[in-house]
């Protein structure tokens, strides 16, 4: 019979996976990978066993003990080879046992399973045991009709995408056909067409464009639209030839892929292509496409696939939705002890007067009662006590955590809807993307955010820049020559305002000079040639993509640049010129050329470049082609591109021009990291000035100086570098960075032990000044944040004198703090700076203290423990312990770290001294921080101070940092959605983060707190009013309410009113709170929820159960009711008062309050004349009619009355008291107000 040869190789990797051997048919080619592979210094069984996988046109090998084989195969029966993906939490056999399993995480169900359990104990038994599920049963099937319509869209999307087409080489009929993605596995090879979706990772093996590039779009993986290349990797034989050469046949093909095991880093991809004749090639991420991008610009690719299905790096990634738990739902916990506590309390009491009652009933004046000679007053108190446990079991509210999912549901899509935080530049709205911790908004104590991109427009704009040690300051000369005035008659400055041209402008002595370079047709000077190398830096030291399909829109989004004359002249281009660039472009119009770039300062550089005619025409892997002014096209071999990574703070290209020798090394970066790489025959010691030994000033001297002032005016800078290298320099050093290339153990390491080898001794060209602008509404954010008692610590990446200038115009700093500047050389220096700085602050701190210590013991201003409709800040006795605020004491203060002390001072020998110090300051810059150093910030101050923390950031540097923080924010900005994708809330602007932290961060904790006091006081009402009828009644474990009523108390009575609260009550309306940012402290204190209050409110709830349980037995003390009756009376009465109760404690009421409010106290009289109505035969109580005979009487709606009335009488008082100060003390205000105008 005819097999399906697909379906033969599934089966024969599968079980080469489980059997961890190879077939044999295809043995061969694995064998000569082996023998002509000798040199690499793990052989293919070693590296197998250390789990690297091997894969060839036919054959794949994997490690025995896949990770992925045990978590897949045997749960979702999904091979690690096959391209089918599952998200689904359950499957129809899995779901019930494994939703139960997650949903009995929570202690409150366990307790309820035991009260089940307990009432199918005859003995003990104290209501129907089919009632006594229902709680049970409705919490665990609402949270499972959630769990399970959540799961059906995953499974809706799943289906959807493993059902999705793809083109995939059939060995059979040697041609490629359509195939499912879940049909295709690794090593197949597959063809991807334009504006197709990649179906897996796969490597680039042939393009149809030009140099083997295709282009493509990665905004599924992290967001950025802009294109990136994809190259096939490099060839270095005429073996290799054939895969951009015409039609590209699998069949042709082989090489056998040696690549390290799947993980989840995007960016980070290595391995090696083994050829028969020993050829080795080294893969990178650039020849990798994954799955998820999309492919543009490109008509055709084909590549081999390496990871399929869960995993490729896009699946590893997807960890689903974010889960966090939110400070208040932490804190339910102690809430849930204390109530068992109260709840153990009664049970024990009610136990104890068992055994009394028990021990002293049998006496003549109750001859009614059965006398059994076998009873125990020790044993019936024993079993009495798991009856109160049963009957009182309403003190733990069950429905607490499904009315919190609810409420903070509801809650994210008010939040979403706030057209105030949509920008609408971006038709970019709000988002949250966890559900959970809403109110962790509104306790926010820290805020930590990235600069560029985050506070500022990440819209880089070429200002001016330094070449040769040259100044060429644009339009910003008389700003550098007042600034410089300053600095040599003050020394120091703390903020200079400067006004900056919106659009690019020439320098005309720069100008001048590129003329002249034009007609004289050549380098004739060293200041000459500086300048054309600095250019030629800024046009090929990138990884700018030239884009030659620019669609209209785009040509119509592009900026206006024909004011200031910015646009690129062409007039002095000579005929074979231009002829040159019509046939690299297929047009002569230079200023159509459209770059893509994923960093702005690269497409800033290239664009001034541009504009003074250094123009990048095209790039491929291998070279770039450039235009100079002078020598018309040029066109270089790229060698090599060292990245940038943060640890280096630059990155580097190798290139030899064509038709020449000599190798070139070309590098931009940072400047600490520049000057430290420089030529040390020049005499600079970086930072200083320096000069040489006839007294004359360096050039890096010189360009150190203007860096500076770039800085102090807030630019952005960049050093442009080169150094020549002989060919034994390059000969040498290649041989090892190969190596490092082509390994797959530590590769990361040697790369970059290979990258700092060749970066040394370079000869500085000259720097940039790039500016990127706040964005509007910043300034005004930061201060409001600040006044609102938030610190806000800003982590950026940027020089000291650039952050300080910034913190300035960011209203992070004002005028009179005192800005404490630490910079330290060793760890040592570093700590002995800081211990003096933490001697000289708890100086200022106790002199403060001792002057103002009188006062500070009767002072300190919270939320009262009956809150009112008109808040007031007032004096309490009881309040939380406060955090001391050491920031507060002496002038304000804020500290600055640079890059290299911040290393110190994130060792733990000096780490505490660090905090001590920040704990002094408002406001924090730490400058030159790389993201695991941001991290590393957020977690000793989340950790050590125990504060609330909100990490905020644009790029994909700031992702450890956003996820760090107990909350994270993402802004959707122009360096990608990483940030986003990693963030708990995302949006458009900065400034949107005050109404959000103000605003909906205070009525969150504010709702949220005052439902999870309300619920507890309720259910300890109810519960403590069921102990009271026990005094009366013999503690016999007799339940006067029934228990389906017992039951809808919180299913049904009090539920909806509270919800209503929770997610529409407003406290104080959000313009009272933007204009009175103090009020914040109400979250940032937790003053709104303390055990305090909580105490307080079970107070009230032991104060008013008793009030109904005495009103109402002492109205029908006379009367001959029975048990049932009794039983509807207090249980009514209970319902009317708490209800009442949440009525006082309502500040902003809506139609909506009203109609849920009133609605449920008149469902709660329906429902039970309804109930009463059918005979529903319970063993214990039998209702029936027995509320309808009730009802019908007047002194049962005249207690209805009183009962609420006096049991609600203290609070009202205090609130009414309360409201009438408060509105005394604004009438007081407003009449001083008046009287001092008058005056």
Not at 1057 to 1067: K, R
Request: one cysteine or more; glycine letters at 6%.
């Amino acid at each position: 019979p005819s097999i399906n040869l697909m379906e033969y190789k599934r089966f024969e990797r599968q079980s080469l996976l489980k059997y961890g051997r190879r077939d044999s048919s295809y043995g061969s080619i694995v064998t000569e990978c082996e023998r002509t592979d000798r040199a690499i210094s793990l052989s293919l069984t070693e590296m197998v066993e250390q789990g690297y996988r091997v894969i060839s046109a036919r054959d794949v090998v994997l490690p025995q003990d896949s990770g992925f084989l045990s978590a897949l195969q045997k749960f979702w029966l999904i091979s690690p080879l096959s391209n089918a993906i599952r998200t689904t939490k359950y499957t129809l056999w899995t779901f019930f046992p494994k939703n139960l399993f997650e949903q009995f995480h929570r202690f409150a169900n366990w307790y309820f399973l035991l009260i089940i359990i307990l009432n199918f104990v005859p003995q003990i038994q104290a209501f129907g045991r089919e009632v006594s599920m229902v709680p049970l049963l409705f919490v665990l099937s609402v949270t499972a009709i959630k769990d399970a319509f959540e799961d059906l869209r995953r499974f809706r999307s799943d289906r959807e995408v493993n059902n999705r087409e793809v083109l995939v080489y059939d060995w059979d009929t040697e041609q490629f056909t359509s195939r499912l993605w879940r049909e295709v596995c690794v090593g197949d090879f597959v063809k991807l067409c334009i504006n197709e979706v990649i179906p897996a990772d796969i490597l680039l093996l042939h393009s149809t464009e030009q140099d083997g590039i295709c282009y493509i779009e990665t905004a599924n993986i992290d967001g950025e639209t802009n294109l990136k290349q994809r190259h096939v990797a490099q060839q270095e034989s005429d073996t290799l030839s054939l895969m951009s050469l015409g039609e590209f046949q699998p069949a042709v093909f082989n090489g056998a892929i040696y690549c390290e095991p799947p993980h989840s880093k995007i960016y980070d991809f290595s391995g090696y292509i083994v050829y028969p004749d020993g050829k080795r090639i080294p893969v990178n991420r650039n020849n990798l496409l994954l799955r998820g991008c999309v492919l543009r610009n490109t008509e055709a690719a084909i590549g081999i696939v390496v990871y399929a299905g869960h995993e490729t790096k896009s699946m590893l990634n997807n960890s689903g939705p974010r889960t966090k738990r939110s400070k208040l739902e932490r804190d339910i916990n102690s809430e849930i002890l204390s109530s068992l506590c109260i709840l153990l309390v009664l049970c024990i009491a009610g136990s104890i007067g068992t055994g009394v009652w028990t021990q002293h009933r049998f006496k003549p004046y109750i001859p009614f009662l059965p006398k059994d000679d076998d009873d125990s007053p020790a044993l019936e108190a024993f079993i009495r006590f798991w009856t109160f446990l049963i009957i009182l079991q309403v003190i733990i509210p069950i429905s607490l955590y499904i009315t919190m999912e609810i409420v903070k549901f509801i809650q994210v899509y008010f939040i979403n809807w706030d057209v105030d935080m949509y920008y609408a530049a971006t038709d970019t709205p709000f988002q949250c993307r966890a559900l959970n911790i809403n109110e962790d908004l509104g306790q926010i104590e820290y805020v930590f955010s990235d600069k560029t991109g985050t506070l500022t427009e990440n819209q880089m704009r070429f200002q001016c820049c330094s070449i040769g040690g040259i100044d060429f300051p644009h339009q910003l000369k008389d700003e550098l020559d007042g600034l410089q005035e300053v600095l040599q008659s003050q020394g120091t400055l703390k903020k200079q305002k400067i006004t900056k041209p919106d659009k690019f402008c020439y320098d005309c002595d720069l100008q001048s000079k590129i003329s002249n370079l034009v007609k004289q047709n050549g380098l004739t000077e060293e200041d000459d040639s500086c300048l054309h190398e600095f250019f030629v830096v800024l046009t090929i030291c990138n990884t700018v993509v030239v884009s030659r399909h620019a669609s209209n829109d785009e040509k119509a989004s592009e900026p206006d640049d024909k004011e200031c004359e910015a646009s690129f002249n062409m007039d002095h281009l000579s005929e074979s010129v231009l002829s040159d660039v019509e046939k690299l472009l297929g047009h002569t119009n230079i200023n159509d050329i459209r770059y893509e770039a994923e960093s702005p300062d690269e497409q800033a550089l290239v664009e001034a470049a541009r504009k003074y005619g250094y123009v990048l025409l095209a790039r491929a892997p291998g070279r770039v082609v450039i235009l100079t002014p002078q020598r018309g096209v040029v066109e270089y071999h790229v060698m090599h591109v060292l990245e940038f990574d943060s640890r280096r703070k630059c990155m580097s290209v190798i290139v030899r021009e064509k038709g020449t020798d000599q190798v070139i090394l070309y590098t931009k970066g940072a400047d600490s990291a520049i000057y430290s790489f420089l030529d040390h025959h020049s005499g600079l010691k970086f930072g200083k000035y320096s000069a040489l030994q006839d007294g004359t000033t360096t050039r890096a001297s010189l360009t150190q100086a203007q860096l500076n002032l770039y800085a102090r005016l807030g630019l952005r800078t960049l050093c442009m570098a080169k150094r020549e290298l002989s060919r034994q320099e390059y000969d040498e050093w290649y041989r090892t960075h190969h190596d490092a290339e082509v390994s797959l153990s530590n590769r990361d390491e040697l790369l970059f032990e290979s990258y700092i080898t060749i970066e040394k001794k370079l000869e500085l060209l000259g720097a940039t000044g790039i500016e990127d602008r706040l964005q509007d509404g910043v300034p005004e954010a930061i201060a409001g944040l600040r006044q609102a008692g938030i610190k806000v610590w800003v982590l950026t990446g940027d020089k000291q004198e650039t952050a300080i200038n910034v913190g300035y115009s960011s209203q992070l700093f004002d005028e009179v703090m005192d800005i404490i500047i630490v910079n330290a050389t060793s760890e040592e220096g570093c700590r002995e700076l800081l211990e003096y700085r933490v001697k000289e602050l708890e100086m200022q701190a106790g002199i403060e203290s001792a002057s103002s210590s009188a006062s500070s013991l009767d002072t300190g201003f919270i939320m009262a423990a009956y809150t009112t409709p008109i808040i007031k800040l007032a004096k309490s006795k009881i309040k939380p312990k406060p955090k001391t605020d050491l920031s507060a004491t002496g002038p304000p203060k804020a500290l600055v770290v640079d890059g290299a002390t911040l290393v110190f001072a994130l060792q733990d020998s000096v780490k505490g001294l660090f905090l001590e110090v920040a704990k002094y300051c408002k406001s924090v810059i730490c400058c030159r921080a790389t993201p695991l150093q941001k991290a590393q910030v957020v977690q000793l101050v989340k950790t050590k101070l125990n504060a609330m923390t909100l990490g905020i950031g644009d790029g994909a540097n700031d992702v450890s940092m956003i996820q760090m923080a107990d909350v994270g924010v993402g802004i959707s900005g122009r360096e990608g959605m990483q940030a986003v994708i990693a963030s708990d809330f995302a949006m458009g602007r900065f400034h949107f983060l005050q109404k959000l932290l103000l605003v909906h961060g205070h009525w969150c904790y504010s709702r949220l707190a005052r439902l999870i006091l309300y619920f507890f006081y309720k259910n300890v009402a109810f519960a403590v009013l069921l102990f009271w009828f026990q005094i009366i009644n013999g503690y016999s474990g007799s339940n006067p309410v029934d228990g389906v009523n017992l039951f809808m108390f919180n299913l049904a009575y009090t539920s909806l009113p509270i919800i209503v609260v929770g997610v529409a009550d407003q406290d104080l309306r959000s313009e009272v709170l933007m204009r009175d940012k103090s009020l914040y402290a109400q979250g940032r204190l937790s003053q709104i929820y303390t055990r305090g209050k909580f105490w307080i409110f079970m107070l009230e709830a032991f104060y008013q159960s008793l009030v109904v349980f005495l009103v109402a037995s002492s109205a029908y003390h006379l009367d001959v009711i029975g048990l049932a009756e009794f039983g509807f009376i207090i249980n009514i009465s209970i319902v009317f008062t708490v209800s009442l109760h949440l009525a006082i404690e309502t500040y902003h009421w809506t139609i909506a309050n009203h109609v849920v409010l009133w609605g449920s106290l008149i469902f709660t009289i329906v429902f039970n004349l309804v109930y009463c109505a059918i005979d529903t035969r319970q063993i214990f109580i039998d209702t029936y009619q027995v509320f309808i005979v009730t009802a019908s009487r007047g002194k049962f709606w005249f207690i209805l009355i009183l009962i609420p009335f006096v049991a609600l009488l203290p609070r009202y008082s205090y609130a009414t008291r309360d409201a009438i100060n408060s509105v005394l003390s604004s009438v007081k205000c407003i009449l001083l107000k008046f009287l001092s105008h008058c005056v």
